[in-house]
């Protein structure tokens, strides 16, 4: 399940997903986040992914990250912070970035919405 706004008064672009998610979900939602027009160009994602099980693995983090790099075609910047609550999950997020190669994407893993929220503004 997944839930989602975008925020008008903080430019901020919630997502929060439950259950499995695999990589065709994954590349899902990077073209979803590509075709939003009515998103800033300077987006700031919050991702709470505390409640959700990965199905993909460390061998599908360079399709991924080969699926964010499309996103400079859109960006300016992106700000991304992901909240996680478990070592495998917060593994791969940290994966993807020390491997990405998007000098205007920024991502960072988070325990609390809070920490996330305060990282995303100060940006």
């Given amino acids: 399940m997944l839930n989602q706004g975008l925020n008008s008064d903080s430019g901020i672009f919630y997502t929060k997903t439950n259950g499995s998610v ?3 979900d994954m ?3 990077i073209e979803m ?3 939003a027009k009515h998103f800033p160009r300077n987006l700031k994602i919050l991702e709470n ?3 959700t099980r990965v199905s993909f693995t460390v061998q599908d983090l360079p399709a991924i990250v080969e699926r964010l790099m499309t996103l400079n075609e859109v960006y300016e910047s992106i700000r991304h912070a992901v909240i996680h609550n478990d070592p495998v999950k917060t593994a791969l ?3 993807i970035q020390s491997h990405h190669k998007l000098s205007n994407y920024e991502l960072q893993v988070f325990t609390t919405e809070k920490a996330a929220i305060r990282w995303l503004n100060n940006g």
């Fill in 22 to 24: 695999g990589l065709e």
């Fill in 27 to 29: 590349f899902a939602g």
């Fill in 33 to 35: 986040i590509k075709k």
């Fill in 49 to 51: 992914s505390s409640e």
């Fill in 93 to 95: 997020a940290l994966l």
